[in-house]
């Protein structure tokens, strides 16, 4: 599967310097039952006013190159989730500054634009939150999924219809989705329920039904995500390609780090869900039946911030790193490394991949 794009000329626009710049974030807040709240009022969003209010909450500014959704994860307020994607976008902007020969395909523009999606994850039971990050996406209770493909159906709206189908608009933008424990599962299973036909077909995804359509995300990475380590073989079989008469709605490739030192979805979570966590373990996935091709899953190691991933290296379905030489944190901390994700490799596997998605130049 390749994640490179043929190349187009694409018109120019003006750029943001840096990604920590003021106007570079905006934030969405979700209540305990995935609907979207007013930022001015704290209210629930009345659901016929969904699209006006994403339309006025939510519109690209014309110097973004790539929009960037980030979910935080588990015991995170909402002022942490702010201060937690601005600490990863720094990362970024300094990695990309130091080390710019690594990422050829940023060279000449390169501007994102960062979503936080907020919902309420505070709490200390581990089994309240997994229920609560599946209840806001249930079928039939959860709004999670409404909002997320109203989101992604708007900003793909924005950004274009490309008549090549490749994932990058007329002007030029990318759309990543970033997650981190919890957050990670929570976004996946909203992009299952909104990519199903019978609830979300007309927000954008390719599917059976809607095969004309093009893809909204063109890359999903999820720092240590707390699910089951075979979540792909059934939570989020429509997000894996196969057999099973649907397109899945990403694009580009889904990566996963883990680390063996990570103690909430090692121990706790093999305490509550019988099972290692993807986070500690990596991604697995049965291929009996599931028709698979043998790259589709691909395991590699996280790389020091000065070593380039090569395109093979990404260039899969799914992609699993292993990140325990760098995600570490203290024996003393009871999740282990669980949030020790904030690092310069971090940054770079962001922005190789941002990079890989950009077209080949002849």
């Known amino acids: 599967m390749s994640t490179r794009r043929p190349h187009h000329v694409a018109k120019r626009r ?11 974030l905006t934030t969405v807040d979700l209540d305990e039952e995935g609907w979207l709240l007013s930022a001015a009022t704290g209210r629930p969003v009345r659901a016929d006013r969904l ?3 994403l339309a006025e909450r939510l519109v690209p500014p014309a110097w ?12 995170t307020g909402p002022d942490s989730a702010g201060r937690s994607a601005q600490r990863l976008l720094a990362l970024m902007d300094r990695q990309r500054t130091a080390r710019a020969a690594l990422y050829p395909g940023l060279r000449e523009r390169y501007a994102p634009w960062t979503v936080v999606v907020r919902w309420p994850s505070s709490s200390l039971a581990y089994g309240k939150i997994r229920k609560r990050a599946h209840a806001m996406s249930a079928p039939g209770t959860g709004y999670a999924p409404h909002v997320l493909g109203h989101l992604l159906g708007y900003l793909h709206a924005e950004r274009g219809d490309p008549a090549d189908r490749t994932l990058r608009t007329r002007g030029g933008q990318y759309l990543h989705l970033v997650g981190h424990s919890f957050g990670g599962r929570f976004l996946c299973e909203a992009v299952v329920r909104a990519a199903d036909t019978e609830k979300g ?3 954008g995804w390719s599917t059976t039904a809607h095969p004309s359509r093009p893809f909204t995300v063109d890359t999903l990475t999820v720092f240590q995500m707390a699910a089951p380590t075979e979540a792909f073989t059934s939570l989020f079989e429509r997000l894996r390609p196969g057999p099973l008469g649907h397109t899945s ?5 889904l990566v996963f780090t883990h680390s063996r030192h990570d103690r909430a979805t090692g121990f706790w979570h093999l305490l509550r869900e019988l099972k290692p966590g993807i986070g500690h373990s990596g991604m ?3 291929r009996a039946g599931a028709g698979l091709a043998p790259n589709d899953v691909w395991s590699t190691r996280l790389l020091r911030a000065d070593t380039p991933y ?13 990140a325990s030489w760098r995600y570490r944190s203290t024996r003393l901390n009871p999740v282990g490394a669980h949030s020790d994700f904030y690092h310069p490799e971090s940054a770079h596997l962001l922005l190789s991949l941002a ?3 950009r077209p080949a130049r002849p």
Not at 14 to 24: E, G, H, L, N
Not at 64 to 75: F, K, L, P
């Open 64 to 75: 973004a190159t790539d929009i960037i959704v980030y979910v935080h994860g588990w015991r």
């Open 51 to 53: 699209t006006r209010y």
């Open 201 to 203: 077909g007309t927000l």
């Open 249 to 253: 709605p990403l694009g580009g490739p």
């Open 355 to 357: 990079d890989h998605s």
């Open 14 to 24: 003006p750029v943001r310097p840096a990604t920590t710049a003021p106007d570079t």
């Open 310 to 322: 090569p395109l093979t290296s990404l260039d899969h379905a799914f992609v699993n790193v292993d």
């Open 284 to 286: 697995h996935l049965s």
